[in-house]
């Protein structure tokens, strides 16, 4: 994460998405940017697994 | 994750992809992956940072408290069996997480958001079919 930028509303349709970069459970760091070279990308944001 | 991971074929068949951006502290992370299956990369966004870039908000201290408690009767059984890591760790870093705002949303290969929803509880993610949907309004 480069940059600590806070939107104060939600993003809307058209929007460009934030660029993040973050580390996977599985292992390894992934970004956006690369995953969207390979196709769309749906963004599920929850509290995750407890 | 259940609903989720039955479309995921559909999802891939169409040439994209699911990550799921989570609260988790990034230490909890590869034990999740050692003890469960994870179909989809499992993101650990453990201080809400890419939450909040994305407009994301907190509920508010009743809705941290409601989540958590919710946290905590599910995961006790896990804890209990040895299946599942302590929650001392997520309760100690997690209210805030607990509280965030839920979102679904589909960014296209031109880096745009082209579908979104947003909810206050983990229950509402939209059905598969208007997940697939959005991906062909995409072609």
Known sequence: MSEVMTNAKPVEIGDPAPHFSLPSAQGGVVTLDQT?????VFLWFSPGMV | MAQLRLGYPEIKRRGAEILHITGTPPELGPLYARRFALPFPYLCDG???VHRRYGLTTKGALAA???SMRASVFGLPGIIKGEQPSLLPYLAKGPAA???EQAMILVG???KVRFRHLADTQAHIPPNDSLIRALDSLS
């Open chain 1, 36 to 40: 969207i070279q390979n196709g769309p």
């Open chain 2, 47 to 49: 201080d809400q940072v």
């Open chain 2, 65 to 67: 408290l409601k989540n």
């Open chain 2, 98 to 100: 607990n509280s965030m």
């Open chain 2, 109 to 111: 290969r031109d880096g």
